[in-house]
């Protein structure tokens, strides 16, 4: 039997239930889950935030197991240390799949969400959408780049080459992807939590050169800002901090309603965009960069059955760095 932690109704508690191990079908593998780190997307799924799959479904896609078994096409040898994100499944043959851009296909299915995901002791995943993973990290450590990583890098390249960048919401993508941006010789400003003193320290801790309450102004111009906070109301300030020709880059799947805003601070060729999902483009980039930044990853190991307790602590804003669920 295994273990997994139930999402019967959005907006419910997890229940943790036991059921068969699944048996990998064509072109799948079967993981057994050693890690799944606990991602903001969870709580918009859980939460009801997000579209319900229409059918219970066990969270999680930022998954690293061992392979137990592969199904037909699936050439992966049992005992392989794989990573599962978000992106599970997509048509291959849409406009968006043809042209490098599989994170907008329409068909795509989801890890945690359409596809049952890694708050479990088992996860069934296609073959073609997992990863193998930096040596150097152990399982727990590994996990966030799954999505936090993932996204994060991807959020990076959409905000361009400048070298002063704006971070809104320090949490688990923001401290990995300060490294990378870091590493790469950029300036790094830190917008917390107004009040967060310790999320201010963690920032600092990293490298940033800068670290402050998101309600102040940026001490300086900005060439870019991503925010991966779920706040609307930071996007006009993002757009007032950067300067004429910058990009504001919102990096979450789920975002509260940005107010109205004066045209002024637009203007000026500024821009503002979003992330969605990612590419295994995106995947096979990040995590070989990994290990040339020496990325610290900030991750706290928690109990499968504590599921709902770290999710709850991620609502309330009481996580530095990565929550990672172990079975």
């Known amino acids: 039997m295994s273990r997994a932690q139930l999402c019967e109704r959005p907006g419910e508690p997890l229940r943790l239930v036991e059921r068969p191990v699944p048996e990998p079908g064509p072109g799948q593998v ?70 490098g851009r599989e994170n907008l296909c329409p068909e795509a299915r ?42 994060g890098w991807r959020a990076l390249k959409a905000a361009g080459a400048g070298r002063t960048l704006g971070l809104y919401g320090f949490g688990a993508a923001a401290h ?8 790469q010789g950029r300036r790094v ?33 900005l060439d870019a800002a991503i925010l991966f906070a779920p706040v609307g109301a930071l996007v006009p300030r993002a757009l007032a901090a950067v300067k004429p020709g910058g990009t504001v880059v919102c990096a979450g799947i789920h975002m509260s309603d940005i107010p109205a805003f004066p045209y002024a601070r637009l203007w000026g060729e500024r821009v503002v965009r979003s992330v969605a999902n990612l590419t295994r483009r995106d995947a096979l980039e990040f995590l ?36 990672v669920l172990v079975t």
């Open 176 to 183: 990995l992807i300060a490294q990378v941006a870091i590493w």
């Open 189 to 221: 400003l830190a917008f917390t939590r107004p009040g967060d003193a310790a999320a201010r320290a963690f920032a600092l801790g990293l490298g940033a050169a800068w670290a402050g309450d998101s309600d102040q102004p940026a001490p300086e111009p």
């Open 288 to 323: 070989a960069l990994a290990p040339r930044v020496g990325l610290r990853v900030a991750a706290e190991a928690l109990p499968l059955a504590a599921a709902n307790a770290a999710l709850g602590r991620l609502r309330r804003g009481e996580v530095a760095g990565a929550l």
């Open 110 to 151: 989801f890890t945690g969400w359409q596809i049952d995901g890694g708050y479990a002791d088992h996860v069934l995943a296609d073959h073609r959408y997992c990863f193998e993973l930096p040596a150097g990290l152990d399982d727990v450590h590994a996990a966030p780049l799954l999505c936090a990583g993932l996204i």
């Open 30 to 99: 079967l993981l057994r889950v050693s890690a799944c780190a606990v991602c903001r997307t969870d709580l918009h799924v859980v939460d009801g935030e997000l579209a319900s799959p229409g059918h219970a479904f066990v969270p999680g896609h930022e998954i690293v197991g061992t392979v137990l078994a592969a199904g037909a096409g699936a050439d992966v040898r049992p005992g392989t240390r794989l990573g599962v994100p978000w992106l599970g499944w997509t048509c291959g043959h849409c406009e968006w799949c043809r042209s």
